[in-house]
């Protein structure tokens, strides 16, 4: 706890001060929040190289570019395979490799998720997936899924 302490004060000061706030401020209000598919889809232009990879991974699961209607068919699949089959595979249906998972958390009625071999880090955004029952992490490189157990 004395560790915890010693790095909480000098930023509890600089807040206390004003020092540095206008600045924290500022980088939370930039920051953009997307609720759902939709809105990650209609801003995927924007988006760095992964999170773009697995918008339009997911649009090619929900066959169609139209966001709106992809939102409608990605909201009713219980079971989304985003494996890293190798590009020579004609069957394969992902955009590029994923690593960023933050749109999968509004797709709350997933029961199973395939995430075979793709390089991922954080799986803090399907904390929120209730449902979610399966999911693969083979070839990931995830060794703690305690986050997923609560």
Known sequence: MAYRKVLLKPIYLMLLTGVFTSRLSMAIACKPVYRS????????NKLSGTTRNLIETLLLKAETNDCTLAQQRLSQMTY??????PLSDPNRVTAGPISDLRPLSTLTQLKGLNLYHQQLTDLRPLASL???GYINLQGTGITNIELLSA
């Open 37 to 44: 598919i939709y809105d990650w889809c209609i801003h995927k």
């Open 80 to 85: 989304l395979n985003l494996d890293a089959t």
């Open 130 to 132: 209730v449902n979610l």
